[in-house]
């Protein structure tokens, strides 16, 4: 029984791993990775990303839909939380003043924090909603593409 529950979680995360990177984000790892993204200059989203319910069925069709924006983040990056947990924690050490939510949103410009989308602003609302929030956010502070 054991075996089966680990065989289907390892699918589960593989399918969110998948669906965020056919989305057009970069998977970040390690926390090396995190700091080698985070250290260039311009706008960077970071989705972090989970196996619940709401980071599948609201955070990430958000995450594939809300690039499709005239302006738009100059990265687009992801970490999974309870997966990469180093490169996670190393991701949330940019996140000053807010605390560790997942899934959620961050956009960060050179390296620095201008905003977030918490969990709490996730669940429970609808896909659209989000979308809407994070294209808002793109034309407050990125450029056109």
Known sequence: MNMDFNFLM????????DEIKIAGYTELTTPEEVEEVFAQKGTTLVMVNSVCGCAGGIARPAAAHAIH????????????????????????????????????????KDGKIITMIERHEIEGHHPMSVVEKLQDYFDQYCEEV
């Open 10 to 17: 390892n699918d589960v995360v593989k399918q969110a791993r």
């Open 69 to 108: 924006n005239d302006k738009r983040p100059d990265q687009l990056v992801t970490v999974f939380a309870g997966q990469d947990k180093a490169a996670t924690e190393k991701a949330r050490d940019y996140f000053e003043g807010y605390p560790p939510s997942s899934p959620s949103f961050a956009l960060l």
